[in-house]
């Protein structure tokens, strides 16, 4: 029978136990701690394990969280699981997927062997920034998309227009916009990949006293939502909500939003969550949960 075996930290130990709760399996809590030089240590408190699923997201700071996740499953292999199940709720590095310019590594392709390496067969996550890097996994690798659901959590009706800030968030306004009824339109911003420096190409959005939800995978300095939250408003837009799957604990991003004038920013539960009033953050283990039951990922254990 498998268990659900947590890393340290709130973020980790939240989801972890909504999604043992959903797959009625047991929960156990690493043990953890910092050598004196600073050094991470974990343990699984158990003398055997048959089947572990690993739960630990990669929340800052990300290097420590991927050596934990690494030990985690280490750990579970060295107990004598025959099967491991990684899910990193977030995954670090995952927009380090190209070398853009000459000399750079491809550090998300770094972290996903990494954990295979250390002995799981399986990663599962929330909403990868490209689907299309977990190709680096050697074993069986899934991205959860939380979305739809997240939009009926948060309560998100028909008739919204659903904008992608770039063209890589396109599938995401046209799922949600085709599941639950509504509109999609996107822009096309540009990054300088020297300086990180934003810009939106201008465009006609017919936004005119709608209710939009930006939707993107990741808030991180909270720019490019922003930016296009200012663009939908220009366009007359009634009220502007924002919904990503990830909330980076980066000072500064949720004033930058609600300064641009995002009504409620709407993320589900994968990092350290943000107290604040104006952040609904929407627990998405269930569906995951539910997502490793249909694909035979984790058997659900009735309770
Ligand atoms: C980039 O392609 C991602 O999908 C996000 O749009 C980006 O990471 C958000 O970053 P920021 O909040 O700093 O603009």
Redesign the pocket.
């Known amino acids: 029978m498998a268990i659900v075996v947590h890393g340290p930290g709130e973020a980790s130990r939240g989801f972890a136990s909504s999604l043992a709760r959903s797959l009625g399996l047991e929960l156990v809590a690493a043990e953890s701690k910092t050598f004196p030089d600073g050094e991470a240590y974990v343990r699984i408190p158990r003398d055997r394990v048959e089947e572990a699923l690993v739960v630990h997201t990669m929340a800052r700071p990300q290097d420590r969280s991927i050596m934990e996740l690494l030990m985690l499953v280490d750990a579970a292999r060295g107990l004598g699981a025959r099967r491991i199940v990684a899910l990193a709720p977030y995954t670090a590095y995952a927009?380090q997927d190209t070398r853009f310019l000459p000399g750079e590594p491809v550090s998300i392709s770094l972290v996903l062997k990494s954990i295979y390496a250390a002995g799981a067969s399986v990663y599962a996550t929330i909403e990868i920034?490209k689907e299309h890097s977990l190709r680096h996994f050697p074993g069986r690798a899934i991205s959860i998309r939380p979305f739809t659901y997240m939009a009926r959590e948060a309560g998100i009706g028909p008739g919204t227009l659903f904008l992608a800030?770039?063209l890589?968030?396109l599938p995401r306004a046209q799922e949600l916009a085709g599941e639950l009824g509504g509109d999609y339109d996107y822009l096309v911003?540009r990054r300088d990949r020297v300086t990180g420096e934003?810009s939106v190409v201008p465009k006609d959005i017919d936004a005119s006293g709608r209710v939009v939800v930006v939707v993107?995978?990741?808030?991180?300095?909270?720019?490019?939502?922003a930016r296009a939250t200012r663009s939908l408003l220009d366009a007359g837009a009634r009220r502007v909500l924002v919904m990503a799957a990830h909330l980076l604990d980066i000072e500064g991003?949720v004033e930058r939003l609600l300064d641009a004038g995002v009504e409620e920013i709407i993320v589900a539960n994968t990092l350290p969550g943000r107290s604040h009033p104006r952040v609904r953050i929407v627990d998405v283990a269930p569906l995951a949960g539910g997502v490793l039951a249909r694909e035979g990922i984790i058997t659900r254990t009735d309770t």
């Open positions: 927009r920034h800030p770039d890589g968030a911003k934003i993107d995978d990741i808030i991180s300095t909270g720019g490019t939502a991003n």
